[in-house]
């Protein structure tokens, strides 16, 4: 396994066992603190796992529709994140790759529109 590649793979268990602490600190304390530990959690803590399991598959050679979400919602503003670890933890072909990545998040992201949502995310519906 490449050295780089056992970095990432750090980063990742880090990020589980940080979402695993915040949610037993969130059961100590209620009101404002609690909501800003889940919020905390849900949001950067969150995202920064989604994007570094992206990077960490597409390192490992998988293409980005076996490792993403399949909820309609792909964000292509994570690209650039998933890019930056990408560079910095993968082999030269995996950087090389990089702009089939990118088609496939824009293909990801282009299919939600033959859905009738017209790019639209879950929260352009609320009420």
């Not at 037993?24 to 800003?36: F, I, L, S």
């Not at 792909?74 to 994140?81: A, H, N, Y």
């Given at each position: 396994m490449n050295d780089q590649r056992t970095h990432l793979k750090i980063k990742i268990k880090n990020l589980a066992d940080e979402a695993r602490t915040i949610r037993?600190?969130?059961?100590?304390?209620?009101?404002?603190?609690?909501?800003?530990l889940q919020h905390?959690?849900?949001t950067v803590v969150r995202d920064a796992a989604r994007r570094t399991q992206i990077a960490y598959q597409f390192i490992r050679g998988r293409?980005?529709?076996?490792?993403?979400?399949?909820?309609g919602f792909?964000?292509?503003?994570?690209?650039?994140?998933v890019s930056r670890m990408v560079k910095k933890y993968g082999s030269a072909e995996s950087v090389n790759s990089l702009p089939i990545l990118e088609a496939d998040m824009k293909l990801s992201r282009s299919g939600d529109d033959e859905d009738g949502k017209?790019?639209?995310?879950?929260?352009?519906?609320?009420a």
């Open positions: 037993t600190e969130e059961r100590k304390v209620h009101g404002m603190a609690k909501w800003n905390h959690r849900k293409d980005y529709e076996s490792c993403s979400s399949h909820n792909t964000r292509l503003s994570d690209f650039s994140e017209d790019g639209k995310d879950a929260c352009s519906y609320a």
